[in-house]
């Protein structure tokens, strides 16, 4: 047969690049062609064009044997990755001849059999965008269209999704299109490529039907690239992600993962749907720790825990009543019990003459940073040497002694630090706070009031001590006592919706003659307490809070915490805040675009929301003639929205360079606060130079606000190349009151809990964030907006608001009984392991510890044994271990 005429063009192409003598003549240079074929593909391609030839014979038994040919020819031919299969090749040119041909073909199955392979050729035929290999797929017989190999369906899938759109637009029917992705799915689920699968259904927006395809071998793999998938998508398509992924992980019991799901989602009945799913008591008791962990507050009742004894049992964990044990178990261990003193964390021997030569001198200012030091870094060991001193008989107590080298307000800070320092350990700290109730100084019951607030964070009492106690202060005279009551409320409350406390602290909001300040801090604890709630109620009582407030009031730093305590119960609430944000606009003009900004940054909150990232960097953007203050939240909320996953966070960073180069004197002062919420807990180095570079900036707010993100970034992480920043800067400014004040209280972040406790609000494998440690970040990190206000000012106490979000960074493993259980675990930097093939290591890097072990940011633990299996998939806080019935130790 002569070479067909369109063969120089349709598949000369590639070989004209590669032959460089200019082709005069078509003819010779296919010629030319031919000769560089081998013995079999000249072969190959001369059979290749007897069946074109024969398949347009009229006699259908010819045609018929061709097509067949044809088919096998495709079919069995092997190619690598990278080149394009020799039948497919070689038919190239064919391809307008044998299309041409279908058309005039009468109706038979000869004609689907056609149609078959003009929808493989369409593979590397077609012209972009034509979906003519969908179309001759669609028009072919009804087959197995794995055989045909991965590349053709994958291409098909690419094929359906533009078809999908463009089918929804005209709004003709899909249910040809349905068929072909039921097929599509099965195949893609069969050979271990459920990405591709997930990837098609949402294009064709049908994700249920992933639940029947899903089997015990693919579930995992298909879940993890769902949860994954859902932080890059627009909502409400997230949520319903999600939902398909809570699904099938109940379809097949993998409640633990459900659990995590059901949390992120927010959703009660999830949570309570689990419980009464799983029969065995000792997984309903890990997810009992789950729960803990995660800061919620859920009363078991009859359906999820039928019996009364497992019942109390398990409300005990989900109550948190187990932390403070567990703590010191992971502190005996890693052996820190020994109480440590201010001047051990300061190590002023290590500094040169002049600097302690100057810290001598027994200022009431150097004490109240001391008490700071001293709560944090010995926070929960339930001893130290300022406060918890054994007294004698004859002095009356020398934790008296330290209380009273405070001054005023000071006095409030050193009694509450006992708070601190028996942290979670409700009964004996109730104990040893009573004495303070005692006293005839107003500030120090103040102080005994938050210190029992702080005992109780994060632990649920049936009989509500924190409660009894506090309630009747919060109506006294002392503004004081006061404040100390409706924060110590807030702190051992968050998260509850607690009814009672709720009428309590609207009327106080409501009452014209209270004044500013603990009007301020009852909106806070209220935003704390109702966090993350919508409701309706605490918002009109805060709102109506904020109209009666005065023209001179609206100026008052401490009155920009009214609209915080609004947000917070919006926290990371997305569309429920627009009503109120709609009520905002009506606000006085001094503190409208404050508090729309604030609204918005909380109701955006850990959602990882690009647009309104956008937002917030145009409102930054804007210069004023004089500074704004709304900017300040708008620069903090970049930080709030994008600090939900990595890749968002590394941007966020690099905007948040762009911001201190052409930003505003009051942005500047916020951009270190917001690096500082990036990385808690996380000292990445490229921050921690631009904050060490930021802490000897001329303007001292800026300096300041770096120094207190220095501690931050390294609370609880020991970490020693920031205590060295520190040290030296503590030098740096010794002459400077204020400045070395906020050292001191960085210093004691840094070592916080002697290293063994973290405030990343984040935990569970960075996926989930708990509303009440992110509401105690953000609540310091306002505070800190107007540094020499607040925090220097007289109400550095806000600096106990972090209490909320300190947790342990341990794994603590525990056996049946709840007893700890000593096992070798492997501990390495976290991989993400999404949509890679075969079953790729989770760590990497790793060392083996026996536990309880402590967990770094971005480090993840998986068990060295086969001896017990976890009961939780992710390795973090408590987890159960269970024997293993398999287990047979090698002799």
Known sequence: MAPDPNSASGSGTKDEASVKVPAKDPKKKDDKKDEDLSEEDLALKQQLELYVERVQDPDPGLQKVALESMRTEIRTSTSSMTSVPKPLKFLRPHYGTLKAYYETMPDSDLKKYMADILSVLALTMSAEGERESLKYRLLGSEGDIGSWGHEYVRNLAGEIA???????????????????????????????????????????????????????????????????????????????????????????EEFPNALQIALFLDNMQYVKQIFTSCDDLLRKKQFCYILARHGITLELDDDMVPDDDDRYALQDIVNNVKLSEGYLTLARDIEVMEPKSPEDIYKAHLLDGRASAGASVDSARQNLAATFVNAFVNAGFGQ????????????????????????????MSAAASLGMILLWDVDSGLAQIDKYFHSTDNHVIAGALLGVGIVNCGIRNDCDPALALLSEYVGREDACIRIGAIMGLGISYAGTQNDQIRHKLSTILNDAKSPLDVIAFSAISLGLIYVGSCNEEVAQAIIFALMDRSESELGEPLTRLIPLGLGLLYLGKQESVEATAEVSKTFNEKIRKYCDMTLLSCAYAGTGNVLKVQNLLGHCAQHHEKGEAYQGPAVLGIAMVAMAEELGLEMAIRSLEHLLQYGEQNIRRAVPLALGLLCISNPKVNVMDTLSRLSHDTDSEVAMAAVISLGLIGSGTNNARIAGMLRNLSSYYYKDANLLFCVRIAQGLVHMGKGLLTLNPYHSDRFLLSPTALAGIVTTLFACLDMKAVIVGKYHYVLYFLVLAMQPRMLLTVDENLKPLSVPVRVGQAVDVVGQAGRPKTITGFQTHSTPVLLAAGDRAELATEKYIPLSPILEGFVILKENSDYREDH
Not at 203 to 225: P, S, W
Not at 385 to 407: E, Q, R, Y
């Open 162 to 252: 533009q078809e999908y759109a463009k089918r929804q637009t005209d709004e003709a029917s899909i249910d040809d299109l349905m068929e072909l992705v039921q097929e599509i799915v099965a195949f893609h689920m069969k050979h271990n490529a459920e990405p591709e699968a997930v990837d098609l259904l949402m294009e064709v927006e049908d994700l249920d039907l992933l639940v029947e395809h899903v089997d015990a071998t693919n579930f995992k793999r298909t879940c993890l690239y769902l949860t994954s998938a859902a932080k890059y998508l627009p909502g409400p398509d997230d949520m319903l992600v999600l939902d398909i992924a809570y699904m099938i992980y109940l379809k097949f």
């Open 384 to 411: 130290d040497k300022l406060m918890t001193v054994p007294s004698d008989a004859s002095s009356g107590g020398s934790s008296g002694n330290w209380l009273f080298k405070n001054k005023e307000h000071g006095k």
